[in-house]
């Protein structure tokens, strides 16, 4: 596995203080973020799971803890949209350069608006996909919002 990811060479050129954690992929894993989550021995709520989805037919990014769903409803609300979908894994992969269980946030081919879940922000540090599978970035959770430029909304429920 690579120390170097599109992801970590974003975050390094932000300036963004972070460290790598790996842990073993499961690609079987029913719930990807859940598995990564037990691998670290961290609480699910620290774990987030990158979605890609569309809202009114624009390409977006929502990161939500681990053991959370992700409202459509609330999701196109905070894009500003009337409705929202997940994309399909081969969208994403071809949008992010990532594959589904290694996309990352972060020096996706595209940049596109994100947010990240407002519970997540009580937490002293979150993880996050650092663009390979088996790789996550542990960071201060206002460092994750500077990085993407992004902001926090609630997304589940």
């Known amino acids: ?17 972070f460290t790598l ?4 992929y499961d690609p079987d894993s029913p719930r990807i973020g859940l ?7 961290e609480p699910p709520c620290r774990v987030l799971k990158t979605l890609m989805a569309e809202v009114d037919g624009r390409p977006v990014c929502a990161l939500i803890p681990s053991d959370s769903e992700v409202s459509m409803k609330k999701l196109a609300a905070a894009f500003g949209g009337k409705s929202a979908r997940m994309l399909p ?8 350069g990532y594959h589904v269980g290694g996309i990352s946030p972060f020096g996706q081919r595209r940049a596109v608006p994100s947010l990240v879940e407002a519970t997540a ?8 996909n650092g663009g390979q599978r088996g790789l996550q970035l542990r960071l201060a959770p ?15 429920g």
Do not use: C, N, Q, W
């Open 1 to 17: 596995m690579s120390k170097a990811t599109r992801a970590t060479e974003a975050l390094r050129k932000a300036g963004i203080a």
């Open 21 to 24: 954690h790996r842990y073993e």
């Open 35 to 41: 598995a990564a989550a037990e691998a670290l021995g």
């Open 89 to 96: 894994p081969p969208e994403a992969e071809k949008l992010t």
């Open 121 to 128: 922000l009580s937490e002293p540090h979150l993880f996050v």
């Open 142 to 156: 206002a460092d994750l919002l500077r990085a993407l430029g992004g902001r926090a909304e609630s997304l589940t």
